[in-house]
């Protein structure tokens, strides 16, 4: 167990929808990253929150957004859902030798 | 977009063999790493290597990293059934604080009992 927890474990959604990921992070660490795993692939980066700011962001269009919060938990927003962007969705926290700790996943399908 | 590749996409051996996975990479890195995903779950992180060291051993796991070349290599010992799973190296390029990584595509490792 790695202590990064995230909700729900498993999400519907239809396309043209919104949704919010929600991810916990180890306790102590401030950096928190997502990162976006369609099946059969490595994750990609999708951006990254450290003290409540956004501090670096992959190749995702601007319907990707987050939040992090001042206990450092932090929500991946997607809007107008897309087919492609069904996947598992990883939230991690960084540790002090810049290991990253992954939470289970939120696996979404976009119908 | 995927910086490291792994080799092989998948691994099948039997219990008690070693396993040999490696990963190339296009750019300079800080560190490189090794992750392991069973099932499409999270991933656990196994090892992380510097990119001023060459070689590093935790329990059953040896990782080596040559910058010249641009590869990483992940030895596992005496394997068991329990190691079944996805083995991912990912790369950090940023030496400041949090570690965005690049992941490359996999080796899918099956022990068979």
């Known amino acids: 167990e790695t202590g990064v927890t995230q909700s729900p474990t498993h999400l519907i959604k239809t396309r043209g929808q919104q949704v919010t990921l929600r991810c916990s992070s180890q306790s102590g660490h401030n950096t928190v990253s997502w990162y976006q795993q369609a099946l059969g692939q490595g994750p990609q980066f999708i951006f990254q929150y450290y003290r409540e700011e956004e501090n670096g962001r992959g190749n995702f269009p601007p319907r990707f957004s987050g939040l992090q919060f001042p206990n450092y938990s932090s929500e991946l927003n997607v809007n107008a859902l897309e087919l492609d962007d069904s996947a598992l969705y990883l939230c991690a926290s960084t540790g002090g030798r810049n290991e990253q700790y992954f939470g289970p996943g939120t696996r979404l399908t976009v119908t | ?113």
């Not at chain 2, 779950?41 to 590093?56: A, C, F, W």
């Not at chain 2, 040896?62 to 329990?82: E, G, P």
Request: hydrophobic share 25%; with cysteine; glycine share 8%.
């Open chain 2, 1 to 113: 977009s995927q910086q490291g590749e792994e080799d092989p996409q998948a691994l099948s051996i039997q219990e008690g063999e070693n396993a040999t996975m490696n990963c190339s990479y296009k750019t300079s890195i800080n560190n490189l790493q090794w992750y392991r995903q069973n099932s499409g779950r999270g991933l656990v992180h196994l090892i992380l290597i510097r990119s001023n060291e060459r070689e590093k051993h935790s329990g059953r796991l040896r990782v080596t990293l040559d910058t010249s070349k641009k590869s990483s290599s992940l030895l596992i010992t005496a394997s068991r059934a329990a190691d079944t799973a996805s083995y991912f190296c990912a790369t950090d390029e940023d030496e400041t604080s949090g570690s965005r990584l690049t992941f490359g595509e996999g080796t899918q490792l099956t022990v068979n009992p």
